[in-house]
Nanobody, 126 residues
Framework: QVQLVETGGGLVQAGDSLRLSCAAS????????MGWFRQAPGKEREFLGG????????YIADSVKGRFTISRDNAKNTMYLQMISLKPEDTGVYYC???????????????????WGQGTQVTVSS
């Protein structure tokens, strides 16, 4: 089992920056990749990007490329989502997830992930 806890959400204004953290614990040594998703009210969960846990390589979705970056601190078992130039449409619940099945790839769909955090709310006011 892997436990994931997201922190760092909050209410910000358009144009602000925010960094989310995802702390992993438990049987994390089997993790191939981790991803960030968000879900706005009434919408499907959207893939934002992911990181290979061993290599540190990242993949950022086109919808947020140039504004969002992902990094990780292996020693702390923590993944980060740095967001800049936030827009009201970035509002939603942000989730991190861990994939312990798919080797060598960063999966961009929710069903590719085995473990999920509880989510943290990000609200961007105009």
């Amino acid at each position: 089992q892997v436990q994931l806890v997201e922190t760092g959400g909050g209410l910000v204004q358009a144009g602000d920056s925010l960094r989310l953290s995802c702390a992993a614990s438990g049987r994390t040594f089997n993790t191939n990749a981790m991803g960030w998703f968000r879900q706005a009210p009434g919408k499907e969960r959207e893939f934002l990007g992911g990181i290979s846990w061993s290599l540190g390589t990242t993949y950022i979705a086109d919808s947020v490329k140039g504004r969002f970056t992902i990094s990780r601190d292996n020693a702390k078992n923590t993944m980060y989502l740095q967001m800049i130039s936030l827009k009201p449409e970035d509002t939603g619940v942000y989730y991190c997830a861990a994939d312990q099945v798919h080797t060598g790839v960063i999966v961009d769909t929710p069903r590719g992930y085995d473990y999920w955090g509880q989510g943290t709310q990000v609200t961007v006011s105009s």
